[in-house]
């Protein structure tokens, strides 16, 4: 099958993405084998890539994978060929230590994450295990779907986390594939949303999305802020955050990586019970709720679309903040 997998780690810049036949993925026991039609490429995908994260070796990246059965391995039951299904970050838990025990499995310290840990999307075909792909419904089941597949889960999830309640002040920091999704959610729930982005047309686009004011980190809003996403990788943004953070406001960090926090005053950042809270995964249960409200709203998602052998070309230019919404790869099988 055709992939393009990372040899080793380098700057998206420099096409650290290699085109490599490998062989067909054969499901094991509980395992589903996937045929790829489409996967988004994500910030986290560029972590992996230039090693922001641990290397853990040559990997296909990707997460955000939407396709259609292909194969069942033994006992596994849940699909049959030709269901469409979805993969994201979360490839499997141990599902016994006491963070799972407790339905807080995007904590498992024994959790292996897709397009990581095993060979992901960027890929004709993909094996996961059955009781963690995603029953897609038929309105997310083409190249617009895949951004809810990690973008949007892990929007969702920091959403929740910041406490934000509907009608409040909510700060959005960085303007990507995630955010765009995210301010769809905050709007439906009738928060007034501010959006923080240094490219103008990422400020634009949150503006016909329902942002009520944009600018940039430094400014300062007409109004302080009830909560905060910080999606940008950066760390002096996550002290921006909490500048115009409200008294017993909550930042939380959305990405997998951020650089430096600057030093924090006490009185100006913290004081008045001000919370930062740093998003970790995603469990499945935040997946199934976030589709659900995907068709609900319904979402609608702004995507680029590159064949698979322009993958290289698409990581730089979420690297590049080039895209307008998120960035797609497209399998010529598809």
Not at 127 to 143: D, I, K
Not at 244 to 258: E, F, K, M, N, P
């Amino acid at each position: 099958m055709r992939a393009m997998r990372a040899e080793r780690p380098g700057p998206a810049d420099s096409s650290p993405l290699r085109p490599v036949e490998l062989p067909m993925p054969v499901p094991q026991r509980g395992q589903i084998r996937v045929r790829v039609g489409w996967c988004g490429v994500c910030l986290t995908d560029l972590h992996v890539v230039e090693a922001d994260l641990p290397w853990r070796g040559p990997v296909v990246p990707g997460h955000q994978v939407v396709g259609t059965v292909d194969a069942c391995g033994p006992a596994a039951s849940r699909f049959g060929e030709g269901d469409a299904v979805g993969v994201a970050w979360l490839w499997s838990t141990c599902g016994s230590c006491a963070h799972c025990a407790a339905g807080r499995e995007n904590l498992c310290e024994q959790a292996r994450f897709c397009g990581y840990d095993v060979h992901g999307g960027y890929a004709e075909f993909l094996v996961v295990p059955e009781e963690f792909a995603y029953a897609l419904p038929p309105e997310a089941r083409g190249p617009d779907a895949p951004p809810l597949l990690c973008s949007g889960i892990i929007g969702y999830r920091a959403l929740k986390l910041c406490g934000v309640r509907p009608g409040g002040r909510l700060g959005i920091f960085g303007f990507g594939a995630s955010a765009h999704v995210t301010i769809q959610v905050a709007v439906h729930r009738g928060c007034q949303v501010y959006v923080f982005s240094r490219g103008q047309s990422h400020r634009r686009l949150a503006e016909e999305l329902g942002a009520v004011w944009t600018g940039l980190a430094e400014e300062t809003p007409p109004a302080k802020l009830d909560a905060a996403i910080v999606f940008a990788p950066s760390g002096p943004v996550v002290r921006e955050a909490l500048r115009l953070l409200d008294r017993g406001g909550t930042v939380t960090v959305a990405g997998i990586h951020l650089s430096p926090i600057p030093e924090l005053d006490y009185r100006a950042h913290l004081y008045y019970e001000r919370c930062v809270r740093s998003v970790a995964n995603n469990t499945r249960e935040d997946g199934r709720e976030l589709l659900a409200l995907a068709a609900e709203i319904p979402i609608k998602t702004r995507t680029r679309v590159f064949p698979l052998e322009a993958a290289n070309e698409a990581l730089s230019a979420v690297k590049h903040s080039r895209i307008d919404g998120a960035a797609v790869l497209e399998m010529a099988s598809a």
